[in-house]
């Protein structure tokens, strides 16, 4: 309303009122939007001061990445990938998504492709680089379009720049770490990479199921021929070998030694782990170093074959010890680890009194083995509990002992019925509930008793061939004590093949062939028979070199065992066969005559009459 005068426009107050109304709302909503703006940005400052103050002390990959999951959905509630390098190439991608340094798709359905297996929503894929190293692809996504806003890319910025930087950190430390676990001749890992295994073994080993330790034969002749410079191309010869036949195989190579190396095998079948074995022993074994050949020597135990206990220790050790035993027996082979030889190892000594006691007294006492199978592994805790439990059904002075691999020999000073022993194992283990155990008794007191008349008859043939070969009366004594002692190992044999009735399988036979190894090495254990325990080694070697151990070099005394060890083994009652008479005997051994001193062997044929 205006009034003539014009004192009063009532309509124009009103219109600057509202004006005034209009700026102070939009400097209001600007206000607000800074405000807002502020306090985003001091979220992301947070966010940042937050990644900093924890990042610090991570040096990982995979830990970085786990974190930076957690802070993207849980700052920006979005779900979070990130995938490595290797991983982008495998996948069959648009290589346009990955050109720039980022890419944001409002709508997923627009670009009409399946987007790291996205086909709705809004995404986002920053390129996380540094120095030009490109470290691996951060994929953000949210079902609802158009949620990544500039805000958000701001931010997913910074976090991407400052992530970096920590990516660079984990990349250099990897680098120092592997340089510290690598070993600096071969690039393979070494002892402390090893013992940082060991040190978590049931996090960083559990799916270790296989241990190869590898030797190259006769090294130090090659170091003191050629010398050491040479020596280090032979053991890169072998870390080639070794390196092409682990090829994508899951394998850990480490330097054991000088020129040991130990394969860690990885949920490998058991056969591919004695192929791995046999193929690096082959390959090595055809190349040639100047003029001096090559050979390696192997050992090999397996998680629940050769030892049926989860500690990669004792997996370690058996075929440490299987290479000891590879060396001994001819160089140039591979051993698996198994119970026999487990056990030999542990009772040697012990039943070297056990034995020498009951001769000497003339008693009878016990040698039991008892071999127990699982349906799984067992751990070291249950391990022990049953040895305890195997130790309730003896008395407490028997002598009890033990392989990894669940073999068990008993020395008892009672003969006990085999029965009432098996019925009060079952019983123990009911009660330590083992429902998951089976097992096989046998008595090797019988064994032992047919060994020690077959040894006493061998030694009576030795002895009397050794002088009519024309030896001294000292040479003649060694020759009749190795001989009564040539076949002691074949107590730590599992009864149940050698009394088996039937032909024997390629892996009882190998075990069967053990036993001469195992007489030597109860020889050296005795102090008046460590002179004659190379005799004993060789008591299964042929002058073509088609023995046990395929040895040539065979000593005189051991070829005189030979000859009279066959002749006793013909002339008696086996379990798979009828003696032979001993003119029989003697026809036999004439068709392989080749295969003896034929002077040995003219002096047996006169002397089998009066025998």
Not at 90 to 97: D, F, H
């Amino acid at each position: 309303m205006y009034t003539n005068e014009g004192k009063v426009n009532i309509g124009s107050s009103i219109e600057q009122i509202m004006d005034l109304l209009m700026k102070m709302n939009s400097e209001y909503a600007n206000l607000t939007s800074k405000v807002q703006s502020l306090e985003n940005r001091l979220a992301a400052v947070s966010v940042l001061i937050d990644i900093n103050e924890y990042m610090g002390n991570i040096l990982s990959f995979s830990d970085i990445i786990s974190y930076l999951k957690d802070v993207i959905a849980g700052v920006l509630g979005l779900n979070c990938k990130i995938y490595t390098p290797a991983e982008i190439s495998r996948m069959e991608l648009n290589p346009k998504y990955l050109i720039n340094n980022e890419l944001y798709l409002p709508d997923v359905k627009e670009a009409g492709d399946e987007i790291f297996g996205y086909i709705s929503g809004c995404l986002g894929i920053l390129n996380l680089s540094k120095r030009g190293h490109i470290y691996g692809y951060l994929v953000i996504h949210h079902e609802r379009p158009d949620m990544i806003d500039n805000d958000k890319k701001e931010l997913l910025q910074l976090i991407k720049s400052q992530i970096c930087i920590y990516f660079e950190n984990a990349d250099l430390f990897a680098k120092v770490r592997d340089s510290a676990e690598r070993d600096g001749l071969t690039g393979l890992y070494n002892r402390l990479f090893l013992s940082q295994l060991l040190d978590d073994w049931k996090n960083k080993m559990s799916d270790i199921n296989g241990a190869i330790i590898l030797d190259i034969d006769n090294f130090k002749h090659i170091n003191d021929r050629y010398g050491h410079l040479n020596g280090d191309k032979v053991i890169n010869m072998l870390v080639k070998a070794i390196k092409d036949s682990i090829e994508n195989l899951p394998v850990l190579a480490i330097r054991y030694g000088g020129e040991e190396f130990l394969l860690l095998t990885k949920n490998m079948e058991n056969t591919d782990i004695l192929n791995v074995a046999e193929n690096i022993r082959k390959e090595f074994n055809s190349l040639n170093f100047q003029e001096s050949s090559l050979s390696v020597s192997v050992g090999v135990s397996i998680l629940g074959q050769s030892c049926k206990v989860t500690d990669h220790m004792e997996l370690i050790r058996t075929a440490d010890s299987a290479l000891y035993i590879a060396k001994k027996i001819g160089k140039n082979t591979v051993v698996l680890s198994d119970e026999d030889s487990q056990l030999f190892e542990n009772v040697s000594f012990d039943i070297t009194k056990y034995l020498s006691k009951y001769n000497r007294f003339n008693t009878v006492g016990g040698i039991y083995r008892i071999n127990f199978s699982s349906t799984r592994l067992i751990s070291t805790e249950e391990y022990n509990r049953l040895r305890r439990c195997i130790a309730s059904c003896f008395r407490e002075y028997d002598n009890i002992y033990d392989s990894v691999s669940l073999a068990f020999v008993v020395l008892s000073d009672n003969e006990i019925p085999l029965e009432l022993m098996r019925e009060k194992i079952k019983k123990a283990l009911a009660r330590a509930k083992f429902d998951f155990l089976t097992f096989d008794m046998f008595s090797h007191s019988d064994a032992y008793r047919e060994i020690m008349l077959h040894s006493e008859r061998v030694a009576a043939i030795c002895t009397s061939l050794a002088e009519a070969y024309g030896l001294s009366e000292e040479e003649c004594s060694k020759v009749r004590l190795a001989a009564a002692n040539h076949d002691v190992g074949k107590l730590y044999i599992d009864p149940g093949i050698l009394n088996k009735p039937g032909k024997l399988t390629p892996e009882e036979f190998k075990k069967v062939k053990m036993h001469a190894f195992y007489s030597y090495q109860y020889a050296q254990s005795r102090e008046n028979l460590k002179e004659v325990s190379d005799y004993i080694l060789y008591h299964h070697e042929y002058l073509d070199g088609s023995g046990y151990f395929k040895k040539t070099d065979i000593p005189l005394f051991s070829q005189i065992i030979v000859v009279a060890d066959i002749f006793d083994a013909l002339t008696e009652n086996r379990c798979y066969r009828k003696a032979f008479t001993r003119k029989e005997a003697i026809e036999i051994m004439e068709k392989e005559q080749h295969k003896f001193d034929k002077k040995i062997f003219e002096l047996l044929k006169q002397m089998h009459f009066y025998i």
